[in-house]
């Protein structure tokens, strides 16, 4: 799954070195993606251009302390989402002032609490990153793309739910039509043990080791929670986006074709849905909106890397 392609240190050395052209480039690729993400929870014109534009300076001055072990779309998304929840936030206040009840139903926020649960991993806006977390976001990698590269699609969307989902056992075999509650259990088990071994092949560390293992007997401990959290931040089983391109063309086999639609319609994970509005021109940016963020960004690399006036 090309999801799991890391950005190339090249790339990254570019980004990380503030030039124009690299910058651009990253803009042409996800300005789309990161506007319908936008899109879909503020309204307002103006402050969709605003928040686009703090993404893509948040990204410019976060770039020197990027995590490589995430890809630039995680680090992007990350961004984005703690943006989106600022404004709301600044939003949400400036109304409870005015008025005290809220008068326009269902809150944003609301529905963003439960979506990725920690992205400031990524963007290291919060000193939670470890090494023992950065082992774990790659054994979910390798063992999604395992799970995948084996077509066991099935047991994809098992694991899924439980990690990402927070889905319970008995709600595990009922929706996904098991044989029952020992079914879920015994995949639950084996991933695990999956796990454990793809964490024993690397630099064995033995703090990530005890997290795969106390998770087994948990039911909603800490440990569960560093793993979903994980699953959730690091977007272990978001399909590549050639993946959700081929399922909007209908050319996906059976296996992909099950597991895609139920990230999306199960899941409903937000950085697949963005996607998927830009890849079918739902929630278009207007071409002025672009130029002005396309504007700001340079402005901005310009005052960086510019030497400055002698005084
Ligand atoms: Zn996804």
Redesign the pocket.
């Known amino acids: 799954m090309g999801s799991f392609l890391k950005p190339s240190s090249l790339e990254i050395d570019r980004l990380q070195a503030l030039e124009d052209d690299a910058w651009a480039e990253v803009e042409r690729q996800f300005a789309g993606r990161l506007y319908a993400y936008v899109a879909r929870r503020i309204a307002d014109q103006q402050a969709r251009e605003d928040v686009l534009q703090e993404i893509f300076l948040g990204a410019v001055r976060g770039i020197s302390s990027f995590d490589r072990v995430y890809t630039l779309e995680q680090y992007l998304f990350g961004i984005c989402r703690n943006r989106t929840i600022d404004h709301l936030r600044r939003r949400r206040d400036a109304t409870a002032s005015q008025s005290a009840d809220g008068a326009d139903g269902v809150n944003p926020l609301d529905q963003m609490a439960v979506e990725a649960a920690s992205p400031g991993i990524i963007v290291g806006e919060r000193d939670l990153r470890t090494r023992t977390r950065t082992l774990l976001v790659q054994v979910l990698r390798d063992w999604v793309q395992e799970t995948w590269g084996l077509g066991e699609f099935k047991r994809l969307m098992v694991i899924e739910a439980l990690f990402l989902g927070g889905w319970r056992n008995r709600d595990t075999w009922e929706r996904m039509g098991l044989s029952g509650e020992r079914a879920v259990a015994g995949i639950k088990f084996r991933a695990l043990a999956r796990m454990r071994a793809l964490a024993g092949q690397g630099v064995a560390d033995r703090g990530l080791l005890e997290i795969l293992s106390e998770e087994e007997g948990a039911v909603g401990g800490k440990e569960i929670l560093l793993v979903s959290d994980e699953w959730a931040a690091s977007?272990a089983s978001?399909p590549a986006r050639h993946w959700l391109a081929r399922h909007l063309n209908g050319s996906l086999d059976e296996g992909p074709k099950s597991f895609v639609e139920f990230?999306l319609s199960q899941m409903e994970?937000p950085?697949?849905l963005a996607n998927l509005d830009d890849l079918e021109q739902e929630r278009v940016a207007p071409q002025t909106l672009i130029e002005r963020v396309h504007a700001s960004t340079m402005n901005y690399l310009r005052s960086r890397t510019l030497p400055r006036e002698p005084s």
């Open positions: 977007h978001c990230h994970c950085w697949c």
